[in-house]
């Protein structure tokens, strides 16, 4: 499996400004460098439609350091999983 993950860039785009403070985003970064991929913490504010770049923070070296990041197709939307995968709606599922 982690052959398969070399190219694979994995974005977590959330509301809140700073990664500490969203439990989540240390454990995705974490899994995803075992596995090989490239991981990076964002939020809306941080995207360059026009650059088509995103001013992310990637952990490294025990700390999240500001990057620039290219523009993802698809990312971790944290707030839309949550609302989606919520116990109420899935028990009316």
């Known amino acids: 499996m982690k052959g ?46 026009a650059k088509r770049s995103i001013r992310a923070k990637v952990y490294e070296n025990g700390q999240w350091q500001e990057k620039q990041c290219p523009f993802l197709m698809l990312s971790i939307m944290q707030e839309a999983l949550r609302n989606y995968l919520s116990p109420r709606r899935l028990l009316t599922v």
């Open 4 to 49: 398969s993950l070399a190219m694979t860039i994995i974005g977590m785009l959330h509301h809140r400004l700073d990664p500490t403070t969203v439990l989540k985003s240390y454990a995705f970064a974490a899994v995803a460098k075992v596995e090989g991929a490239t991981f990076f913490y964002f939020t809306p504010k941080s995207v360059d439609f």
